[in-house]
């Protein structure tokens, strides 16, 4: 019989080590999948995790990968104070369609006035406040009427969704669109456009933004009250009480930087890759941010290798799409395995397997 | 009496880095009231659980009755006549009595018979309880009983007792003796673990001293002196607290009309509590658990916040700050449960020590953290109390109970705090660091603080006190002068109520 038994310290290796063999065993299971499928599996392996740096395309696919990682990173950053202090903000992509939708307003409310030393500004300023809003609503009930904010910020998403509907369909739809849905392109118009800074290196000002980021949140976690009091919150909420922490307060922050960050990432995506609003421009991002929050372990340094092989995974399953035929759910699947390992792994890091004898 | 009913020969069994305990030998009697008595980390724990199948020894053996005796799991060893009361109660609030028994039963009987049994259990051996009662609404001395009546209800040849008296009041712990000494009669044997020797010396016939996980002696605890045996624990002689005399000052902490609704279902209000504590004043509270003992803790520290003027420092009303402002206000506070609410078990002792120390230690800048500062701090306080742990860098939740009660007690009366509030300051502490803390304590007093000392040890509050109040349902008693108070006096101020009458035995 196998017992687990908790560990006096959390082991420090299993810290480094827990998500490396995640990897593994999720390429390894992922594998077999391929081979049921009927696709060969070494190849499908080979073609998601080696192809998009460096196959024959591989000058093609290497900016997607800053430019898929560069949102994932920032959201998951985000998310990473909350989920750290307890916090449970499911809701990343309605914050981050609503940051986008905010951002594209303001921009195309100048539309088209050129002055991008003020415009860029305010549309990042927009993208910060409408993700921020949105995530303050499910805050703000948690706090007033203790309602859970994992329901209230997922059910948020779906209205999110259905604001930008409307939006592509009507406010924001291009007057020269020749009654196509969704917006102008915000990426042609010089004053709002999110430029790559290197050309082909896929670095746009969303990647800039997710670096600084990471930097900061780190700093925050190591160096500042702030960050303690997330970290103490999320390990004991009653000595969190005790030392001082309010936790309403907390929930509040926790939520409108989760809230701010996804919303930045959806303004700098509406701006540059996506170009403009649309009936479906979100892909998905503030969702796969929870799992590249969770594979990078909460750690801001985590979630940047995280964020670079969730989207290596991304631009990998595309390519094996094309290539090889492999389903689209098939690559989901792998994304999800990815996470699913990574938590049963993550025990060792604090428990240890016991072999007994059983009855 | 000359009978042997458990024999252990030579056990062993050691942890990564510490031995637990090394070729432990001694044998109880049956009918034998036995203690088991060592400091902190002596090994007693482990020891009990390799008795309860709860742990395997590395080497040495068992024999019960004869039989070799080597349960792998508690079920077995319950099997086989061995049963366990724990320190912390495993019960469900929501509950009631019986329905908490049939959970730790293999075959609970029909709730009816069940109900009929814990009666008839009850009655015999003088422990009064209801099985209708919800577990919730039970004073810490009657969810004592539930256990015990759990343990009785499988006739056990062998009960296993883990400081079984420090949440009774005199009056329960009365009548607990009165139940074990009818079962030692019928022939039950009582391996009983306590830190309060004059418990011991009144119960026992038998004890065995561990220290660091050795046997280190046997006495017979009728014959031995209660220092005596202190000392043979410690290895060492021992010190008690004095208090150097010193004029009280002026009122410092003034508590006018304190009222508070219950924080939770289960919580306690508190009713128009109104004291004043004097500079150099130990204010002592006694009182039997969940008579209101945290909810006075929290509006102290200001987890629970109050009506302005409830909380009086030093003339500044301060019942609506939250517990940072309270500090640099002067009050540290120091509540009962360690693990997760004085202290962040996952957290290294240097956080532990930032956790209340940051105000009053300058320890964050502009928000920015000072961690050697931390560290220092935390090194500071490990030195001065004498806590066992590698350094600072380990995790809290490393440290054996009573380290870490010196852990927290010592970031409190470190901070130097104008009033200090603590909750259990001693409680699963041994004798030489109890004396040690208590003396802390003593000598913070004398240098001119105020200080609230919750406690359910009366000898302890006695010991220190200068004044002594009663805590009961919420209310406290008119504080007495503590010198001269009797311990019957005492239990009277405690409210009494709680069962005095031991059930009447059937003839």
Same mark, same amino acid.
């Given at each position: ?44 392996? +080979? ?51 609503? $940051? ?196 990078? +372990?909460?750690?801001?340094? $985590? ?48 428990? +240890?397997?016991?072999? $007994?004898?059983?009855? | ?6 024999? /252990? ?41 390799? #008795? ?74 003088? /422990? ?80 065995? #001293? ?211 509030? #603590? ?66 006096? #005492? ?17």
């Amino acid at each position: 019989m196998l017992t687990l038994e908790k560990r006096a310290q959390p082991s420090k290796a299993w810290v480094y080590v827990a998500p490396i063999l995640a990897v593994i065993i999720t390429m390894i299971v992922g594998g077999v999948v391929f081979a049921m499928l009927g696709k060969p599996p070494l190849e499908a392996i +080979r073609t998601i995790f080696y192809d998009p740096l460096f196959g024959d395309f591989a000058s093609y696919s290497r900016p997607q990968l800053l430019i898929k990682a560069g949102p994932l990173i920032l959201i998951a950053i985000g998310l990473s104070f909350g989920f750290r202090a307890g916090i449970w903000n499911i809701g990343a992509e309605g914050q981050y369609i609503m $940051g986008a939708l905010a951002a594209a307003a303001t921009g195309l409310a100048f539309y088209p006035m050129e002055a991008r030393w003020l415009i860029f500004p305010l549309m990042v300023l927009a993208g910060l406040a409408g993700g921020m809003v949105w995530a303050a609503i499910p805050a703000f009930l948690r706090i007033r009427f203790k309602t859970n904010e994992i329901l209230v910020s997922l059910m948020l998403v779906y209205v999110a969704e259905a604001i930008q509907a409307s939006m592509a369909l009507n406010l924001l739809r291009n007057p020269d669109g020749h009654g196509f849905p969704g917006s102008r392109n915000l990426s042609q118009y010089p004053s709002s456009a999110n430029l790559e800074l290197i050309a082909n290196s896929g670095v746009h000002w969303g990647v800039m933004a997710a670096l600084t980021a990471v930097i900061f949140a780190y700093f925050i976690l190591a160096r500042h009250r702030f960050g303690f009091d997330v970290r103490l919150a999320g390990q004991s909420p009653r000595a969190a009480g005790f030392a001082g922490v309010d936790a309403g307060r907390l929930v509040f922050i926790c939520m409108l930087i989760s809230g701010a960050l996804a919303g930045a990432a959806g303004m700098f995506e509406v701006s540059g890759p996506a170009g403009r609003v649309s009936i479906d421009f979100n892909v998905g991002y503030g969702f796969t941010a929870i799992i590249v929050a969770f594979l990078g +372990r909460l750690h801001p340094v $985590g979630i940047l290798i995280a964020g670079l092989l969730m989207a290596l995974t991304y631009i990998g399953g595309e390519l094996a799409q094309l290539s090889l035929g492999l389903p689209g759910a098939a690559i989901q699947l792998f994304q999800g395995m990815l996470l699913f390992f990574l938590l049963a792994v993550d025990v060792m890091t604090s428990y +240890r397997i016991r072999f $007994g004898k059983t009855e | 009496m000359t009978d042997t009913l458990l024999e /252990l020969r030579g056990l062993t069994k050691a942890y990564p880095g510490v031995v637990a305990n090394s070729d432990v030998s001694f044998t109880i009697g049956k009918g034998e009231v036995h203690a088991l008595l060592g400091e902190n980390g002596a090994g007693k724990s482990t020891l009990v659980k390799i #008795i309860y199948g709860l742990v395997r020894p590395d080497t040495g053996s068992m024999t019960l009755n004869g039989a070799p005796y080597e349960p792998s799991e508690p079920r077995a060893a319950r099997a086989a006549g061995v049963a366990m009361v724990f320190q912390h109660f495993s019960l469900f609030d929501a509950l009631n009595v019986a329905e908490n028994i049939a959970l730790g039963m293999e075959n609970p009987p029909a709730m009816g018979d069940l109900a009929a049994r814990i009666r008839e259990v009850s009655e015999q051996y003088g /422990l009064p309880l209801d099985p209708d009662r919800v577990v919730g609404d039970l004073s810490a001395g009657e969810r004592q009983r539930v256990e015990i009546i759990r343990c009785l209800l499988q006739d056990p040849k062998l009960l296993i007792m883990d400081e079984p008296t420090s949440v009774l009041t005199p009056q329960e712990v009365e009548i607990l003796f009165k139940t074990l000494n009818i079962l030692r009669e019928e022939g039950t044997s009582i391996l009983y673990i306590s830190h309060k020797l004059e418990e011991i010396r009144t119960l026992c016939e038998h004890a065995t #001293i561990l220290r660091l996980g050795k046997v280190v002696g046997n006495c017979d605890p009728r014959q031995t002196s209660a220092r005596d045996m202190a000392e043979m624990m410690v290895g060492t002689l021992l010190h008690v607290p004095e208090k150097a005399p010193h004029e009280l000052g002026d009122v410092v902490l003034s508590i006018r009309g304190l009222s508070a609704p219950a924080p939770h279902q289960f919580g306690t209000a508190l009713k128009n509590i109104t004291v004043d504590v004097r500079a150099g004043e130990v204010l002592g509270i006694g009182g039997v658990a969940g008579n209101g003992q945290d909810e006075l803790v929290a509006a102290l520290s200001g987890e629970m916040k109050t009506a302005a003027g409830m909380v009086v420092i030093d003339g500044r009303e301060i019942g609506r700050l939250g517990p940072n402002e309270r500090r640099a206000a002067g009050l540290c506070a120091a509540p009962e449960e360690r693990n997760g609410h004085a202290a962040a078990p996952d957290m290294s002792l240097t956080e532990n020590a930032l956790m209340t120390g940051a105000v009053r230690k300058n320890l964050v800048n502009r928000g920015l953290l000072d961690w050697p500062s931390a560290r220092t701090f935390a090194e500071e306080i490990i030195k001065a109390f004498d806590v066992r742990t590698p350094g600072p860098a380990n995790t809290a939740r490393s440290l054996s109970g009573g380290n870490l009660q010196k852990f927290v007690i010592g970031r409190e009366i470190m901070q130097n705090p104008r009033v200090l509030v #603590i909750n259990q300051p001693t409680w699963g502490v041994d004798a030489s660091a109890a004396a040690s803390i208590r003396q802390a304590i003593l000598d913070l007093a004398v240098s001119g603080a105020a200080i609230v000392c919750i406690s359910q040890d009366l000898d302890e509050l006695r010991e220190i006190s200068d004044r002594f109040a009663a805590l009961n349902e919420g209310k406290l008693s008119a504080p007495r002068l503590a010198k001269g108070l009797t311990i019957d006096e #005492i239990g009277l101020m405690l409210g009494g109520a709680h069962d005095m009458e031991v059930a009447h035995v059937d003839a």
